[in-house]
C-alpha cells in the first residue's frame, strides 16, 4: 500500500493533467516507443514552438485525469508507451506535429485525440492534420471574397472599353487647345 506522502503526489498529478485538458481545445496521444533522443528533442522543441505542450506520464494517473473531465473513452487507447500533446491555443497544432513525425518515424504512432471534449481516433486526428493553417483559410475566404468583384470590375471596364467611353474625353481633350 502506497504511502499517503506517494498517494498525495499522485493525486496532485492527476488533478494539475485533469485542469490541463479541462483548459485545451485539443489534444494527441501518441506511443512514443522506438523514438530516438535526438528526434524526441526535436519533437519537443517543435510542440514548444507551437504551444503544445508535450508530456509523457503513467497510464493509469492520464486514465483518472480522463475521467475527472468526461474523456473516459480516451482509456481505451492507454496501452504501452504513451505520451499526451495538449494545446490551448491552436486544436490543429499537435495533430499536425505529431502526425508529421509519425509519417517520418516508423515506430512513433498517433494513437487517438480529443477535440473540444470528445475522443476521436487515429483517422480523425489525421484528418485534423491535413487541415490548412487558420491564415491559409482565411486568405483562401478573402480570395474567394474579392474575386467576383474583381470580375465585375474587369467586365465593366471591358464593356466601357468596347462601346468607346473613353473616346468623349480624348474628344474633349482635343476640342480644348482649338478653342484657345
Request: hydrophobic share 45%; charged share 25%.
Amino acid at each position: 500500500m502506497p504511502s499517503s506522502k506517494i498517494l498525495e503526489q499522485k493525486q496532485s498529478i492527476v488533478k494539475e493533467l485533469a485542469d490541463k485538458l479541462r483548459a485545451a481545445q485539443a489534444g494527441v496521444l501518441v506511443n512514443y516507443q522506438g523514438i530516438t533522443v535526438e528526434d524526441d528533442t526535436k519533437l519537443r522543441r517543435e510542440l514548444r514552438a507551437a504551444g503544445v505542450e508535450y508530456m509523457v506520464m503513467k497510464n493509469t494517473l492520464t486514465g483518472r485525469a480522463c475521467d475527472e473531465v468526461g474523456l473516459g473513452d480516451m482509456k481505451q487507447y492507454l496501452e504501452g508507451m504513451t505520451a499526451i500533446a495538449i494545446c490551448g491555443d491552436d486544436p490543429l497544432a499537435p495533430a499536425k506535429i505529431t502526425r508529421a513525425y509519425a509519417e517520418k518515424i516508423e515506430s512513433f504512432t498517433v494513437k487517438a485525440g480529443f477535440l473540444d471534449g470528445e475522443v476521436i481516433d487515429a483517422a480523425k486526428v489525421g484528418e485534423l492534420a491535413t487541415i490548412p493553417a487558420k491564415e491559409v483559410l482565411i486568405a483562401r475566404i478573402l480570395g474567394s471574397l474579392t474575386g467576383p468583384i474583381r470580375s465585375l470590375a474587369y467586365a465593366l471596364q471591358g464593356v466601357v472599353d468596347k462601346n468607346g467611353e473613353a473616346a468623349p474625353a480624348e474628344e474633349a481633350a482635343a476640342e480644348a487647345p482649338a478653342e484657345a
